[in-house]
């Protein structure tokens, strides 16, 4: 059972930035994983995955040339640069065993069966 701990976020400027950390010890490249986020009154959104193997990266395009994502054997983490006040939500990182894509993964992460808790990010104007 992969346990997700996450940890960063809070309170920053608009055009600041924050890196988004989620520890999952013993994460493997079978796995998907994936950063997504709620702000309020609104759905859940897909921000960025990538697939199991890395075969494929997926960035929303609210986050292309401002967010990056990455992993390594301890975790996965969200770089983000360049902050808008729209981008004031909770951040929640995921992580399946699926063979979906990157896209599939951030539109429809139905194979993401472990979720961190979520972490508040706010973009002061």
């Known amino acids: 059972q992969l346990q997700l701990v996450q940890s960063g976020g809070g309170l920053v400027q608009a055009g600041g930035s924050l890196r988004l950390s989620c520890a999952t010890p013993?994460?493997?490249?079978?796995?998907?994983i994936g950063w997504f986020r709620q702000a309020p009154g609104k759905e859940r959104e897909g921000v960025s995955c990538?697939?199991?193997?890395?075969?494929s990266t997926n960035y929303a395009d609210f986050a292309k040339g401002r967010f990056t994502i990455s992993r390594d054997s301890g975790g996965m983490y969200l770089e983000m640069n360049s902050l808008k006040p729209e981008d004031t939500a909770v951040y929640y990182c995921?992580?399946?065993?699926?063979?979906?894509?990157?896209?599939?993964?951030?539109?429809?992460?139905?194979?993401?069966?472990?979720w961190g808790k979520g972490t508040l990010v706010t973009v002061s104007s």
């Open positions: 995921a992580a399946g065993v699926t063979i979906a894509t990157a896209r599939n993964i951030c539109e429809s992460p139905v194979g993401m069966d472990h």
């Open positions: 013993g994460l493997t490249d079978w796995t998907a």
């Open positions: 990538i697939a199991r193997r890395g075969s």
